[in-house]
């Protein structure tokens, strides 16, 4: 998704001189709008892979290790230990 994010930056900086150069009105305003939507989705794709770093990093290095939540039959969530961790070692 980053670097999606760099491709669509890269579209939105290229219309964007389009834009400049560009010397009729109409085709000045699709220009514009264009330039602006691609870098919205350039923003929000950059901003979504950054989040998705965030979780992996927290998964895979700050979540606490051996708990697991599970239902006991009746929709009520509890923590249990993951079969086969031992206790956790300062």
Same mark, same amino acid.
């Given at each position: 998704?980053?670097?999606?994010?760099?491709i669509l930056a890269d579209h939105a900086?290229?219309?964007?001189?389009?834009?400049?150069?560009?010397?009729?009105?109409?085709?000045?305003?699709?220009?514009?709008?264009?330039t602006v939507r691609y870098d919205r989705? $350039? &923003?929000a794709a950059l901003l979504g892979g950054?989040?998705?770093?965030?979780? +992996?990093?927290?998964? *895979?290095?700050?979540?606490?290790?051996?708990?697991?939540? $599970? &239902?006991?039959?009746?929709?009520?969530?509890?923590?249990?230990?993951?079969? +086969?961790?031992?206790? *956790?070692?300062?």
């Amino acid at each position: 998704m980053i670097g999606s994010s760099f491709i669509l930056a890269d579209h939105a900086n290229h219309t964007y001189d389009e834009y400049l150069a560009a010397t009729d009105p109409a085709e000045i305003a699709e220009l514009y709008d264009r330039t602006v939507r691609y870098d919205r989705l $350039a &923003s929000a794709a950059l901003l979504g892979g950054e989040v998705m770093v965030a979780v +992996g990093l927290y998964a *895979r290095f700050l979540r606490p290790v051996g708990l697991v939540v $599970a &239902s006991n039959g009746r929709g009520r969530p509890r923590a249990v230990r993951s079969p +086969g961790v031992s206790e *956790r070692v300062p």
